[in-house]
């Protein structure tokens, strides 16, 4: 069962979605289903031996969807990417007489108690289905951390305070505690709405960034979120510099069962995954203030150059360097593949793109991330990692070239993923068993560039939490 057909078969299904049960115990992962890194801080890896001062996240955050139900709430949590990356030095390879306080499985992997780590924790209502962080120009200071609910088809947001030093860096209102209050929920209730737009059902996928993005001459302090919607419309809204949320227009001339979104710099367009064999597009126009800005339908791009038929599931904009053009690399079901779809000038204003490159992967492709992995020696490596949902891998490829580099196996449900690359870390939520496991990716820099290594030169090294497997997602 793939974790897309799972969702809205239990989203149908559930009868009991404002469950007045037990609210998740803290630090208790329960079916995740988005990762997502805090902003990169420049200097911020000096604590960290051996790393210097490159540019490093401080949290993990992860989104619980309490798929099940077993609790009256989802979460997001926050956890010190550093206290993770100690455990893992210190525990990694596992040795006859470990350091105390390591514990391990029975395959010998490290298991991190995720209370020893946690950082923060705001409830937000079940089926969390992705995440996006605002953006500042000072990645240390105060973002916003949006989620879509698809169960009650609105935003959940939370506001992230790094280097608080308080209890938690997540604050969900102002009533105090880990539960969100309604004035952090973004529905026709919620928001400024002069135009009587009404917000449409099952949000998916969320992209948020300064709205100087889509459109240079916008106002500088306002922030954008952008969110994709199960039945083919897309919704924007206008997060002020008085930190006034506005739903600015919605669109629903768009294909239904859309995944996915990203945003490609170059054109200044979104560019949406979802049922077909092509990618659709929605651009933001801006006009007299924040407030007026509406989007407008940029058309299909249909992909050339591949039998491609499934659907696109999820895509990167990897944008191009001194002029040359962006590349969107984009994870595809029937067949499971990494696809590089040029993204040309030419593209633009044509029905279809070129298909340079076809990577084949395992089964149920679902996710990606692509970045930059980082030596202590100096070395570095592009790379792009995919989750194979019912193949239970992840894929490690070279960006540049397409060559695997490595196959990490031994998951219940790999789907979200989230890199560190200073750190040489990957986090996997493994959805199937209610954990997020950690790989390490630093032999992979050891490879001889263009040689494919044996599958197993990255590997899987710790697990956050306690896996718990329900009898039928096995």
């Not at 990762?35 to 210097?52: C, E, Q, Y």
């Not at 979120?225 to 039945?231: A, D, E, G, I, K």
């Not at 859309?258 to 597009?281: C, E, H, I, N």
């Not at 053009?325 to 633009?348: F, H, I, K, N, W």
Request: proline share 6%; with cysteine; hydrophobic share 40%.
């Amino acid at each position: 069962m793939s974790l897309g057909f799972a969702l809205v078969a239990l989203a149908a299904s559930a009868c009991d979605l404002e469950n007045e049960g037990a609210a998740p115990p803290e630090g208790k992962l329960n079916f995740p289903t988005a990762l997502s890194l805090s902003p990169a801080i420049p200097g911020n890896g000096m604590d960290d031996a051996g790393v210097g001062s490159a540019a490093m996240s401080e949290h993990l955050f992860v989104v619980n969807s309490n798929f099940d139900l077993r609790y009256n709430k989802g979460s997001l949590q926050a956890y010190s990417l550093r206290g993770i990356k100690e455990q893992v030095d210190l525990c990694t390879p596992r040795v006859s007489e470990p350091p105390a306080g390591c514990e391990y499985d029975n395959e010998g992997i490290l298991r991190i108690e995720p209370m020893d780590v946690h950082e923060g924790e705001a409830l937000i209502d079940s089926f969390g289905t992705g995440i996006a962080l605002s953006s500042e120009s000072d990645p240390g200071a105060d973002h916003r951390v949006f989620v879509p609910i698809r169960s009650q088809g609105h935003l959940s947001y939370t506001d992230y305070q790094p280097g608080t030093g308080t209890d938690s860096v997540l604050f969900c209102g102002t009533t105090g505690g880990r539960k969100c209050t309604v004035s952090h929920q973004i529905d026709d209730s919620s928001v400024v709405n002069d135009r009587d737009i009404e917000v449409p059902g099952e949000p998916v996928a969320v992209i948020a960034g300064p709205l100087t993005q889509w459109d240079a001459g916008a106002d500088p302090g306002a922030n954008y979120v952008l969110v994709t919607h199960q039945r083919g419309e897309v919704s924007l809204y206008v997060d002020t510099e008085a930190g006034e949320m506005v739903l600015t227009d919605t669109l629903g001339t768009f294909p239904s069962g859309l995944t996915g979104v990203m945003f490609d710099p170059q054109s200044q367009l979104g560019y949406m995954t979802g049922a077909g064999k092509q990618l659709t597009r929605v651009g933001v126009a801006t006009e007299t203030g924040p407030g007026d800005a509406s989007l407008f339908d940029g058309g299909s791009l249909g992909l050339d150059g591949i039998g491609l038929r499934g659907d696109t599931r999820a895509g990167v904009i990897v944008p191009g360097e001194g002029g040359a053009p962006s590349q969107a690399l984009v994870v595809t079901q029937a067949p499971d593949a990494l696809l590089y779809v040029d993204l040309g000038p030419e593209s633009r204003t044509q029905l279809a793109a070129n298909v340079k490159r076809v990577v084949e992967v395992g089964g149920g492709a679902s996710r990606l991330v692509v970045g930059t992995l980082l030596g202590e020696d100096g070395q570095s490596r592009e790379i792009v990692a995919v989750s194979c949902f019912n193949g239970r891998q992840i894929f490690i490829i070279d960006r540049d070239s397409g060559t695997i580099l490595s196959v990490v196996p031994n998951f219940s449900g790999p789907f979200e993923i989230a890199l560190d690359g200073p750190r040489g870390l990957l986090y996997v939520a493994d959805f199937r068993s209610s954990v997020v496991r950690i790989v390490d990716l630093r032999p992979v820099l050891a490879i001889e560039a263009g040689l494919r290594d044996e599958p197993t030169s990255a590997v899987m090294v710790a697990t956050l939490g306690s896996p718990r497997v329900l009898q039928e997602l096995q």
